[in-house]
């Protein structure tokens, strides 16, 4: 009988610990910006490109300081000019708890 108390114990701890974990994951992991194309570094031929990515875990996004809109599963999709040469953009992002993370594209855009 006291095996049996312990293992149950166990498991309903192991249970609440496991919970626990899955119901603070936004909080530890934070918020996090990936961006699917254009690769970064990538030589670009036109003037304008078209970024696609996805925004985790995040209250509002910007590109470059302007607001971008996400859809309900963090998808977005901009447009942006490139100047000849080199350009950088950047994407910043704020969670619920307040904390940020950016993340620096860097295009060169080759003008024929």
Do not use: C
């Not at 942006?80 to 860097?106: I, M, W």
């Amino acid at each position: 009988k006291k095996i049996l108390k312990i293992t149950i114990i166990l498991a309903i701890v192991i249970i609440v610990l496991g919970y626990s974990l899955f119901a603070s994951h936004s909080f530890i992991s934070g918020p996090e910006i990936v961006i699917d194309e254009p690769l970064n570094g990538s030589s670009i031929a036109t003037s304008s490109v078209v970024i696609k990515g996805t925004a985790l875990r995040i209250q509002d996004i910007s590109l470059n300081g302007r607001p971008i809109f996400i859809d309900e599963k963090g998808n977005f999709t901009e447009t942006l000019l490139l100047a000849p040469g080199y350009n950088v953009s950047l994407f910043s992002a704020r969670d619920k708890f307040d904390r940020t993370t950016e993340y620096k594209l860097e295009l060169v855009y080759k003008d024929k």
